[in-house]
Nanobody, 115 residues
Framework: QVQLVESGGGLVQPGGSLRLSCAAS????????MAWYRQAPGKQRELVAR???????EYGASVKGRFTISRDNTIGTVFLQMNSLDPTDTGVYFC?????????WGRGTQVTVSS
């Protein structure tokens, strides 16, 4: 079955960096669209970045130029490098894929940006 397991979250000061990882299994990773979403307290889940198969990465407006999504097809993992973090980046970050028309989500990893 499809499994997505996020890691790498934590507490970081404003201006700092974090790298999130999502280990995927249960589907053909190399051709799967992968994405990161986040959900701040009291807000709706929003797209952070996505990396479709064979196409360029896309980013939400608020993270463009600061975050970078990448994937390693040899180990079935998608990454999110987050730089110049701001308190508004605080939230739970979820890994996502679409497999046979169904959305799958990981359990999420908490990112807190605070001094």
């Amino acid at each position: 079955q499809v499994q997505l397991v996020e890691s790498g979250g934590g507490l970081v000061q404003p201006g700092g960096s974090l790298r999130l990882s999502c280990a995927a299994s249960g589907f053909i990773f190399s051709i799967a669209p992968m994405a990161w979403y986040r959900q701040a307290p009291g807000k709706q889940r929003e797209l952070v970045a996505r990396i479709p198969w064979g196409r360029s990465a896309e980013y939400g407006a608020s993270v463009k130029g600061r975050f970078t999504i990448s994937r390693d097809n040899t180990i079935g993992t998608v990454f999110l490098q987050m730089n110049s973090l701001d308190p508004t980046d605080t939230g739970v970050y979820f890994c996502n894929t679409v497999h046979q028309g169904v959305d799958y989500w990981g359990r999420g990893t908490q990112v807190t940006v605070s001094s």
